[in-house]
């Protein structure tokens, strides 16, 4: 058995919000290690996450903090404009009309002007974050390396690894995703289920520039989003019933293709397939503590939610943040960094916010996933309400960019 030198952090999960969890604390002067199953060569791969995800500008704020933002910006495609259509409906780029039931989110409106997010493709993402947490001194990668056992003990808790190795520290950090085993050890309960739907993520290029705007048709299967990438792309997030799913996704290249112009429309001109089609089955897992003695959960180990509003990851940046700031006052008094006293004031911060955004979220697809007559009816009241009340509008703007609430250092506005 091999007895590394101890760690103040231990971070299960090396994935966009274990490593990112790594920088940041790393930054702020704790002493890491970061454990994941997989080889990171293979995360470098274009071929081993095909997602985007919608960065919100509270999160771009912790990226620039941590001096990320540079080596992403590049390929960071901004948000002008979001329409949002109850059913497909025209565009603005079809005949100039959009359907009475739609909404429309312009940047422009909010006083700062700054755009209402990024689009960035997740490998991006991954190679910013790996490559930092290779350049810094005060993190120590284990990788491919499983997590094995844990133990908890009054001092200091215990990580062991497959090969025997065993990982000591203050505070043991579970960011190893939605079916986190090491919750799962912590007999910490979560509240979950299945959507029976399926998310068919596939990048497609397009004669017109999209000028930013990104689209979500409400359909009867669940959501059908167009996000706005580099170069005339853009990434389809298409919510597809479960059962139906695997035929879409075995039709051939044409096939698909036209399923996918049915939805989309023509109003960037002929589309082509531009990548690989990936499928994630959703669903929504929230854990009923975020702590125990010596464990903090983070990410999608957290709560994993239903990416209709491509929040899921927004909400694991902000559970960084507020731990750097919790942990740092906690060392600042010569408190013990695992302490449960120490542990309640990040669940306090941020356990009542996620399950709000994830329950929102959740609420969300169930109205909109579907063509009950009097459902359609209230959301397209409820619809219309928004898009006529400027104060409504700027409101959901600041909620999608995160920047509502208690906001920890990292993501605090520039002064
Ligand atoms: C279709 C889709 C679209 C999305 N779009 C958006 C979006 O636009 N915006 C947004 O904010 N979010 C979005 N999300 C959500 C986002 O992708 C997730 O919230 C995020 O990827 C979760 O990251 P994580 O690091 O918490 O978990 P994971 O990515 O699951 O990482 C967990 C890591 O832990 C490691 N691990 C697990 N068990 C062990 C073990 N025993 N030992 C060692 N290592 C282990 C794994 O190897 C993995 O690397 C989307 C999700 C989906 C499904």
């Known amino acids: 058995m091999k007895t590394h030198p101890a760690f103040d952090i231990v971070i299960v999960g090396g994935g966009l919000a274990g490593g990112l969890a790594a920088v940041a604390l ?14 990171p060569a293979a995360m470098r791969e274009a071929a081993f996450d095909g997602r985007t995800t919608a960065i919100s500008y509270a999160s771009a704020r912790v990226f620039k903090r941590l001096g990320l933002w540079d080596v992403v910006a590049g390929e960071a ?18 005949q100039g009309a959009v359907s009475s039931f739609a909404l429309h989110f312009d940047s422009a409106e909010l006083e700062d002007g700054t755009p209402l997010g990024w689009i960035v493709e997740n490998r991006f993402l991954r190679n910013a974050i790996m490559d930092a947490i290779e350049r810094e001194e005060n993190i120590d990668l284990f990788a491919p390396a499983k997590r094995a056992g844990a133990s908890f003990g009054d001092g200091a808790a215990d990580i062991t690894l497959a090969d025997g190795g065993v990982l000591k520290g203050a505070l043991i950090i579970a960011a190893d995703g939605r079916f986190s085993s090491l919750r799962a050890e ?25 000028e930013g705007v990104a689209q979500e048709f409400f359909l009867p299967s669940g959501p059908f989003a167009i996000l706005p990438m580099t170069e005339n792309r853009a990434s389809l997030v298409w919510t597809e019933r479960e059962d139906a799913a695997p035929a879409y996704l075995a039709l051939d290249d044409d096939a698909f293709r036209r399923e996918i112009e049915n939805r989309f429309g023509s109003y960037l001109g002929p589309l082509s397939l531009a990548g690989p089609r990936w499928s994630y089955p959703l669903a929504f897992t929230l854990a009923q503590s975020f702590i125990a003695p010596r464990l903090a959960l983070i990410g999608d180990a957290a709560h994993a939610i239903h990416p209709i509003a491509g929040q899921g990851y927004n909400l694991g940046v902000k559970d960084i943040a507020a731990l750097v700031d919790v942990l740092t006052e906690a060392r600042g008094l010569g408190l013990d960094i695992g302490a449960m006293t120490v542990l309640q004031n990040y669940q306090r911060w941020r356990r009542f916010d996620s399950a709000t955004l994830a329950l929102g979220t959740d609420l969300l697809n169930r109205l909109f996933s579907n063509d009950f007559p009097p459902l359609r009816f209230a959301r397209d009241i409820g619809m219309g309400a928004v898009g006529k009340i400027a104060p409504l509008r700027k409101f959901f703007m600041r909620h999608a960019g995160a920047d509502l609430g208690s906001l920890p250092s990292l993501m605090a506005r520039e002064i």
Not at 26 to 39: I, L, N, P, S
Not at 186 to 204: C, D, H, L, S
């Open 26 to 39: 790393a930054r702020a002067g704790f002493r890491c290690a970061v454990v994941d199953a997989t080889d």
């Open 77 to 94: 495609e901004p948000i002008c404009d979001i329409l949002v259509t109850d059913g497909r409906a025209k565009s603005r780029f079809d």
């Open 186 to 210: 912590a007999a910490i309960k979560t509240n979950e289920w299945r959507y029976k739907q399926t998310g068919i993520v596939v990048t497609v290029a397009h004669e017109r520039p999209h």
